[in-house]
Antibody
Framework: QVQVHESGPGLVRPSETLSLTCSVS??????????WGWIRQPPGKGLEWIGA???????VYNPSLESRVIISVDTSKNQFSLKIKSLTAADTAVYYC??????WGPGTLVTVSS | ENVLTQSPGILSLSPGERATLSCRASQSVRLNYLAWLQQRPGQAPRLLIS???NRATGIPDRFSGSGSGTDFTLTISRLEPEDFAVYYC?????????FGPGTKVEIK
């Protein structure tokens, strides 16, 4: 059974860049027919799709975030990553990685505050 | 972007009752790639249904999905206490993938 798990800092300062990593176990990213995605959920709100990457490195982003987001994949480590630059308080959320739509990580809370 | 609308926003029911949740898309969902997710308080979403009607591994058969094109339904035949949660639909047929705003199923 494929499992995914997020890791990264819980607190980031405004204007800085958030970096999160998703580690995949129980299956290989390489050759998978699924997209590997990032989703976030601000406190008390709904789910927002950030973007996704294919094992080949092809990426697709939510147009509302595209100018600030980079998603990449490292098949040798069986990981994929998220970077969001120019953070504001509005980026405070629980961030999830997923093998879409099947397997979700437990999520990691990221707070943007000075 | 394919905008998803869910109704009702809140569904108040008693254990044992039948729940019917609706998800409507602004454009036809390619290949009916429509998923239903359940989120309990403090937990990550988990997949219930993919491809509009295919139950995920380990999901009880009281959960069923139906529909095609732009109109989809999740039915819970008899509500168990653990089913009171928020339910989201997600389309993954076209980029960007999108989520509905959710339906909260609460205890009446």
């Amino acid at each position: 059974q494929v499992q995914v798990h997020e890791s990264g800092p819980g607190l980031v300062r405004p204007s800085e860049t958030l970096s999160l990593t998703c580690s995949v176990s129980g299956g290989a990213i390489s050759g998978s027919t699924y997209y590997w995605g990032w989703i976030r959920q601000p406190p008390g709100k709904g789910l927002e799709w950030i973007g996704a990457v294919y094992y080949s490195g092809t990426t697709v982003y939510n147009p509302s975030l595209e100018s600030r987001v980079i998603i990449s994949v490292d098949t040798s480590k069986n990981q994929f990553s998220l970077k969001i630059k120019s953070l504001t308080a509005a980026d405070t959320a629980v961030y999830y990685c997923a093998r879409e739509p099947v397997n979700w990580g437990p999520g990691t809370l990221v707070t943007v505050s000075s | 972007e394919n905008v998803l609308t869910q109704s009702p926003g809140i569904l108040s029911l008693s254990p044992g009752e039948r729940a019917t949740l609706s998800c409507r898309a602004s454009q036809s969902v390619r290949l009916n790639y429509l998923a239903w997710l359940q989120q309990r308080p403090g937990q990550a979403p988990r997949l219930l249904i993919s491809g509009a009607s295919n139950r995920a591994t380990g999901i009880p058969d009281r959960f069923s999905g139906s529909g095609s094109g732009t109109d989809f339904t999740l039915t819970i035949s008899r509500l168990e206490p653990e089913d009171f949660a928020v339910y989201y639909c997600q389309q993954y047929g076209n980029f960007p993938f999108t989520f509905g705003p959710g339906t909260k199923v609460e205890i009446k």
